[in-house]
T-cell receptor
């Protein structure tokens, strides 16, 4: 069964502190993993995907197949990072549905 | 490009009525996905459509729910005889045709329709 787990519903850190949002998945095969973000009063938008292996807004995420994890990290949090973050996976066989985690609300305190 | 459009943004229905949710994909996008978000939960896939075809409806409830994406016009998610448990945010996403060598195309999300059943 395809499943994405984000164990933290809420995460609060101080500005300048490191941030790590956890994501674990289960999938029989090689999925594609994504992080989506929803800022206040904005639409859900793609933040990054594991295939691109890039850093967006200072965030990175490494796919760890052994631990079936795709944690999102940023070394120095900024206030504008406060948002709802969703980890998601998709099968790798063409255009497919996304399976989302429950989301983590990240709050950056000044 | 205005992005994915959904209307109405808010919809209130009484139990037993019908709800129709509309989604206009981004220009050039031929794939449409519907997701439902119940309170305090993540988005759950419902259905994936291409023009005039339902590709994957594995997330659709067996009764009362239907979806279409006609040749002309928006995609419609229809809920018949709504019940209180249907109250949720319904999101539509669209993506372009798959490109050469690409196994996945980014899904662009609409603002959602918040359905409240009284």
């Amino acid at each position: 069964a395809q499943r994405v787990t984000q164990p933290e519903k809420l995460l609060s850190v101080f500005k300048g502190a490191p941030v790590e949002l956890k994501c674990n998945y289960s999938y029989s095969g090689s999925p594609e993993l994504f992080w989506y973000v929803q800022y206040s009063r904005q639409r859900l938008q793609l933040l990054l995907r594991h295939i691109s292996r890039e850093s967006i807004k200072g965030f990175t995420a490494d796919l760890n197949k052994g631990e079936t994890s795709f944690h999102l990290k940023k070394p120095f949090a900024q206030e504008e990072d406060s948002a709802m973050y969703y980890c998601a996976l998709s099968g790798n066989q063409g255009a497919q549905k996304l399976v989302f985690g429950q989301g983590t609300r990240l709050t950056i305190n000044p | 490009n205005a992005g994915v459009m959904q209307n109405p943004r808010h919809l209130v229905r009484r139990r037993g009525q019908e709800a129709r949710l509309r989604c206009s994909p981004m220009k050039g996008h031929s794939h449409v996905y519907w997701y439902r978000q119940l309170p305090e939960e993540g988005l759950k896939f419902m259905v994936y459509l291409q023009k005039e075809n339902i590709i994957d409806e594995s997330g659709m409830p067996k009764e009362r729910f239907s979806a279409e994406f006609p040749k002309e016009g928006p995609s419609i998610l229809r809920i018949q005889q709504v019940v209180r448990g249907d109250s949720a945010a319904y999101f539509c996403a669209s993506s372009p045709p798959l490109g050469q060598g690409s196994s996945y195309n980014e899904q662009f999300f609409g603002p959602g329709t918040r359905l409240t059943v009284l």
